[in-house]
């Protein structure tokens, strides 16, 4: 090692997360702090770690971009046959990291998982770059491919296959919704004393408590 990494420090000096000041739902709060992040993060404010369990019960993580949220929860897209795909397909449960270290907050977030609609995969596909689009038609995710030339043939192929046509949606690819049962927002403080404010999903209502740091 070429550096004590455990003589890294960071004060924190965030403002005030307090139990009286947040609202009842907290998709108002996740909406103005994401606001905030996406202007102080610029295009990582929408970054996001994705953990899953495998059949197993193993953990696995990785990030993945928030495309999408409203009332009903957060949506990403990805390949259905991924590692990820199967592991939400064999436990449809997941919890999401939001880091933003320019404002010195975390958002965490655990619930069950869905599929959106082919309606709502469609929209979104139909909106991504062309090249985005034939992107997820070349990358077979998550499968051992023999070295990088794999990849370029395979792409060379389908842009010919679709040269001066509209790209559709494969039926391999679409979104996963996140639905909240809990919600965490952490506010960084001085002296490693944080401000912590959990919410609950209880009988469809949310309830709120402050935590220790």
Do not use: C
């Not at 004060?11 to 709060?29: Q, S």
């Not at 990805?78 to 999401?96: D, F, I, Q, R, W």
């Not at 070295?147 to 039926?171: K, L, S």
Request: hydrophobic fraction near 35%; proline fraction near 6%.
């Amino acid at each position: 090692m070429t550096r004590n990494i455990a003589e890294i420090r960071r004060d924190y000096e965030g403002g005030r997360l307090d139990e009286g000041m947040v609202p009842e739902d907290p998709m108002m709060l996740f909406d103005e702090w994401l606001i905030l992040a996406l202007d102080a993060e610029g295009d990582d404010g929408n970054t996001m770690t994705l953990a899953t369990a495998d059949s197993q019960g193993l953990p696995h993580a990785r990030i993945v971009l928030l495309k999408g949220y409203d009332d009903r929860g957060l949506v990403f897209y990805t390949n259905y046959h991924s590692h990820k795909g199967s592991e939400l397909t064999n436990v449809p449960h997941a919890a999401l990291v939001f880091w933003w270290p320019s404002l010195g907050r975390q958002v965490r977030v655990e619930g069950g998982v869905e599929q959106v609609s082919e309606e709502e995969s469609n929209a979104y596909f139909d909106s991504r770059p062309r090249a985005s689009q034939l992107g997820a038609w070349v990358a077979t995710q998550s499968v051992v491919i023999p070295d990088r030339n794999w990849i370029e043939e395979r792409q060379h192929r389908f842009e010919q296959a679709y040269e001066g046509q509209t790209i559709p949606r494969p039926g391999h690819w679409g979104g996963y919704r996140v639905v909240p049962q809990m919600i965490e927002f952490w506010q960084g403080q001085p002296s490693r004393l944080h401000d912590r404010i959990r919410y609950e999903l209880r009988d469809g209502t949310w309830h709120s408590f402050r935590m220790a740091p």
